[in-house]
């Protein structure tokens, strides 16, 4: 079963430090997304992207976060300059299409702490 | 804002017990609810949805319908198994004008089911 990939599963950074956090997602999906999660806190949707540009974003996706995708498979999240309360589980999350009659399908998550 | 807003875990049952793990939203709109789940080691999965009032939403034994006059969206299922133990995620969307996937999520729920 086709399925959404992310890469690292755990990454540990300094402050300060710019991270990459990697996902491929199903392949004849169209829309891709990143959502994060704080410890204990809720899923929070940071960005959408489609046909190589962001849809949507929220309040949290700043300056310091961009979205490309580099190639045919590959949809990265970076951070430039990380800081503590960017501490979180990424969540990536692909779908064929935007309306709300499919289905979002998201990884397993690559989990940041940024000491 | 919108908002999602489950019942604290972590819930745990025996086997074969009864499960109601709650939730309550507030929206502008009218909004899609759904249920995810994260079973350990994997991405967030679609458990089921409901678009509109009344709607039922039902996938491997879980049920919850959209209930407009009370704003909820309850998850119960019958009889549990050890196989149902992960966390649990409420999570409603607002299709504005044929927009991505921006889900709103509650914090999640932990079920562990002892056998």
């Known amino acids: 079963e086709p399925e959404v990939t992310q890469t690292p599963s755990h990454q540990v950074t300094q402050m300060g430090q710019e991270v990459i956090l990697r996902c491929v997602p199903i392949s004849n999906h169209l829309y891709f997304y990143w959502y994060r999660q704080i410890l204990g806190q809720k899923v929070e949707f940071l960005v959408s992207?489609?046909?190589?540009?962001?849809?949507?974003k929220s309040e949290i996706f700043d300056d310091q976060f961009s979205v490309e995708r580099p190639d045919g498979s590959n949809f990265t999240l970076k951070i430039r300059s990380t800081k503590l309360e960017d501490s979180a589980m990424y969540f990536c999350a692909s779908s064929v299409g935007h309306r709300l009659t499919g289905e979002l399908f998201f990884g397993e998550g690559s989990r940041l702490t940024v000491l | 804002g919108d908002s999602v807003t489950q019942m604290e875990g972590p819930v745990t049952l025996s086997e074969e017990a009864f499960l109601t793990i709650n939730c309550t939203y507030t929206?502008?709109?009218?909004?899609?609810l759904f249920w995810y789940v994260q079973y350990p080691g994997e991405g967030l999965q679609l458990l089921l949805k409901?678009?509109?009032?009344?709607d039922k939403g039902s996938n491997k034994g879980f049920e919850a319908t959209y209930r407009k006059e009370t704003t909820s969206f309850h998850l119960e299922k019958g009889s549990v198994q050890v196989s149902d133990s992960a966390v649990y995620f409420c999570?409603?969307?607002?299709?504005?004008?044929?927009?991505?996937?921006?889900?709103?999520f509650g914090k999640g729920t932990l079920l562990t089911v002892n056998p």
């Open positions: 999570a409603l969307s607002l299709n504005s004008g044929g927009s991505n996937y921006k889900l709103t």
């Open positions: 929206a502008t709109g009218y909004p899609s």
């Open positions: 409901a678009t509109k009032a009344d």
């Open positions: 992207f489609y046909n190589n540009e962001i849809s949507e």
